[in-house]
């Protein structure tokens, strides 16, 4: 694989993203990066983040029909609210059921729950 070239951008791109302490989509990286320089285009932020993907230093999740952006490549759960919409991550860390089912390692994996959270059901958004 070749190396990219350094340039102001890519720099601050990876300041940015370095900077992140969840998980990010790239619409939200490229409305935080445009604040400090208005010349980066959306273009350029997915075409960083695929290589920084392609290298391994972060890793993507698929979340509501979005790719989601993380450093981690962690076990991804989420229970997902089907009246406010209030997607709360979680976390699962045996899935010993699963094991019997799948011919083969389990190295990572995503879950989406859809329920009613608690504050909808106090609310009798049922």
């Not at 601050?12 to 208005?38: G, R, V, W």
Request: glycine share 4%; proline share 0%; hydrophobic share 30%.
């Amino acid at each position: 694989m070749t190396k990219s070239r350094r340039t102001k951008q890519k720099e601050l791109l990876q300041s940015e993203i370095s900077s992140l302490t969840s998980f990010f989509t790239a619409d939200e990286l490229y409305e935080n990066i445009k604040k400090k320089d208005s010349a980066i285009g959306i273009a350029t932020v997915y075409r960083f983040l695929k290589d920084l993907r392609k290298r391994k230093e972060i890793h993507s999740y698929v979340c509501e029909r979005k790719i989601v952006y993380s450093h981690n490549e962690d076990n991804h759960c989420h229970f997902i609210c089907q009246k406010c919409d209030k997607i709360t991550h979680f976390t699962i860390n045996k899935i010993d059921f699963l094991r019997k089912q799948i011919n083969g390692d389990i190295c990572h994996f995503q879950i989406d729950v859809h329920g009613v959270c608690n504050n909808c059901l106090k609310k009798g958004k049922t």
